[in-house]
RNA sequence: GCCGAAAUAGCUCAGCGGUAGAGCAACUGAUUCGUAAUCAGUAGGUCCCCGGUUCAAAUCCGGGUUUCGGCACCA
């Protein structure tokens, strides 16, 4: 096409103009219907506006309506223009900042002296209303720099200023205008403001740092959600109420599990029921391990600061370590300095380093349930997920530097196992690769990061790459698992450590008779346990599986003839190794029927005068409607065999 | 740590200057019942802590603690 213009459609058709034409003019010529729809113009997999004339001859187009993908995020992006339209209508002053379009909605940070409250967002909501029925176009304008840069200032927006002179040079300055309106936007958005439609929610206010730096000014954030359509809404709605039934806080109280109290913040109570779930769950990964070749350690709580000086850790992380302070002498007056540790590895490279390791004793796994002391910022504890004392599944792998692949695939391996276990199958890698600041020459980590990746993708895992997440001391592959409800849990971790051995002084006798460094593999299946078991408790929602559940069996009666047999049955079962209460209360069988569903106990045996007489069993699973009878001998047989952990 | 909100019986929550309440749970009694709440009664409180204002504070004000929602942090 000589002088033409032509672009193909994602079905292949191609259509052509004797001019340059506009998004909206292509969406045209495709149909009149479409022309309506249209909310943005995709070419070459690049979304525009549909106002933009084509600035090629040729290109693959798709017209981007409601029901396209890609239409959630400019519906996200203009409904944060809106609010922020809403905001600056009924807040003059307040400044507005950045409002990108996020998963399941959007935000805007505004900077204003006194912050939003909650009570604020029905009066913007029902602003952004009013201004969406305005339907007002929302039209692109470039703009030159230094005019935008001033436009701003004068307006006082120096945030907003502030962005502009912060763009490199050759970026082109685009702002929107939707009537009376205008801001600051990279775009796309949609043709007009009346897009955004009537699906959408203003769902929390928060504190966020400008330009998400702690050391700049606080602004006040307004969260939103958005969607398609009302049905869509209601849906994310719903979804967000079920994760609140999940919520582990909930649980765990519900199911008597744990608690926590203002004296021991951050620190976890644990019931017997909880309890129980926890030693069930270390009793089931110890077994893991030893069978993949570990040797279990137990390791001090306190050491003398020279230990964490040594190893790097009271330089680099002194700030969040507990330390004790201990007088010694007459009158205390020789003071010691103690620190409660954060982490297991500088004692056990301790343990490495009583006797000469040979090369023959590597690779050498040590495995240990360590607990472990952080003093975290008081605004991160949430629960069980994040608290100040927690047990690490820690292990540390000794190594040559030849055995690094092969142990990492190992580890792949294992981890997947274990997480098959619970039900996690869809597992995410992602490979932290060198920070600015960082140990060792550049040769090393570059071998360092390739064997992290190769060695994961022989697991069958692809890595995404984190650039400039890595710890000082090494890459690491983080392991994030998906849970029942979709959401994903940063829990395993490999870490590759070629400075620790060095600063502990680790060492081997090599086959040549020279002293080498081995290598050290931090690594950890659930990482915290504490954390995992609250991923646990919100992934199956409480109806943990039968070798979790604090109590597995619950033997009901329906009158007190069966007391006896209730006994007699519960007491084969607890012979059995079962987790096994009687409830011969007397309650109608309706009312204890319902209470042990509710506390979410996996099993009920009801038993009654026929049962007592047939020595049979009436099961009823959590979450079913209906019931069995069946002979005890076999409900017996079949409960051994569901109670066992995974083999 | 920062911004905002909250804290009342074991749990869920009402009360918002004038005698501390409800439902569920607990306890006692009656009921002996066939698969998701039987009936009646009893008992239960430093209204988070420390100050202040007031004739009077759960309530208003100040400081603190913890929790919740975010942000920042996460060896």
């Keep these: 096409m000589e002088n033409g213009f032509a672009y193909r459609l994602p079905d292949g058709k191609v259509l052509t103009f004797d001019h340059a034409p506009t998004g909206a003019e292509i969406a045209a010529a495709i149909g009149p219907g479409l022309a309506k729809a249209a909310l943005a113009i995709k070419v070459e997999g690049q979304i525009r506006d549909l106002a933009r004339t084509m600035d090629t001859r040729e290109a693959a187009i798709e017209i981007v309506t409601r029901k396209s993908a890609d239409a959630l995020d400019i519906i996200r992006h203009d409904a944060a223009h809106v609010m922020a339209e809403a905001v600056q209508e009924l807040f003059p002053g307040t400044q507005v900042t950045i409002g990108p379009a996020i998963e399941n909605g959007f935000y805007y940070d505004f900077a204003r002296d006194t912050p939003f409250t909650l009570d604020d967002l029905p009066k913007i909501e029902a602003k952004m209303h009013e201004i969406v029925k305005r339907n007002a176009p929302l039209e692109r304008e470039v703009w030159d720099r230094a005019d ?133 769950l270390e009793t089931y990964l110890r077994k893991r391990l030893e069978t993949d070749g570990y040797v279990e350690v137990k390791t001090p709580q306190l050491f003398e600061k020279s230990l964490f000086e040594a190893s790097g850790h009271w330089q680099m992380y002194g700030h969040g370590m507990f330390k004790v302070e201990v007088g010694h002498g007459h009158d205390h007056e020789h003071v010691q300095t103690f620190g409660i540790k954060p982490m ?106 390739t064997e992290l990746r190769d060695a994961a993708r022989q697991a069958g895992l692809e890595p995404e790459d984190l650039p400039g997440e890595g710890a000082f001391y090494g890459p690491k592959l983080e392991y994030h698992l998906t849970d029942a409800i979709g959401r994903t849990w940063q829990c395993g971790t490999l870490q590759l450590d070629f400075v620790l051995p060095e600063r502990l002084d680790a060492e081997f006798v090599a086959a040549d008779n020279s002293r080498k460094r081995p290598v050290m593999l931090h690594r950890a299946i659930f990482g915290s346990v504490e954390r995992f078991i609250g991923v646990l408790i919100e992934h199956y929602a409480g109806r943990l599986p039968l070798w979790l559940s604090p109590t597995q069996v619950v033997v009901a009666t329906i009158t007190q003839d069966a007391d006896g047999y209730a006994e007699q049955v519960a007491a084969t079962l607890a012979a059995k190794g079962l987790r096994v209460i009687t409830d011969t209360r007397n309650e109608k069988i309706n009312y204890k029927v319902r209470e042990h569903m509710v506390a979410k106990r996996p099993i009920l045996l009801v038993v009654g005068k026929r049962e007592a007489q047939e020595r049979a069993v009436a099961m009823r699973r959590l979450g079913s409607e209906s019931q069995t009878v069946l002979p005890l001998d076999q409900a017996i047989a079949d409960l051994v065999a569901e109670a066992a952990p995974p083999q």
């Design 344 to 449: 297991n590895c500088p004692a056990h490279v301790q343990i490495y380093n009583h006797g000469m390791k040979s090369y023959r004793d590597l690779p050498l796994r040590m495995a240990e349930f360590g607990s472990c002391h952080r003093n975290e910022p008081s605004g991160a504890l949430h629960g069980i997920m994040r608290v100040r004392q927690f047990t690490q599944d820690d292990g540390h792998i000794f190594c040559m530097p030849e055995q690094v692949v092969e142990e990492s695939k190992r580890f792949c391996a294992l981890l997947q196992r274990v997480y098959a276990d619970f039900g996690f199958s869809d597992v995410k890698v992602k490979l932290a690769l060198r920070p600015d600041v960082r140990a060792g020459t550049d040769e090393i980590w570059d071998r360092a990061e």
């Design 148 to 280: 935008a840069i001033k436009y701003f200032r004068d307006k006082g927006e120096k945030y907003k200023a502030e962005i502009i002179e912060d763009l490199p040079g050759t970026e082109t300055i685009t702002v929107y205008r939707q009537g009376e309106w205008l801001d600051l936007c990279r775009g796309p958005h949609a043709p007009s403001t009346g897009s955004v439609g009537d699906a959408f929610k203003l769902m929390k206010v928060a504190g966020a740092y400008w330009r998400g730096d702690s050391k700049n000014q606080m602004l006040t954030r307004i969260y939103g959600t958005a969607w398609r359509d009302k049905k869509e809404l209601e849906a994310h709605l719903t979804m967000l109420e079920e994760a609140e039934k999940r919520d582990h806080r909930k649980l765990g109280r519900e199911m008597d599990l744990f608690h926590l109290q203002e004296e021991a913040a951050g620190s976890v109570f644990w019931h017997p029921n909880g309890w129980t779930m926890y030693r069930a």
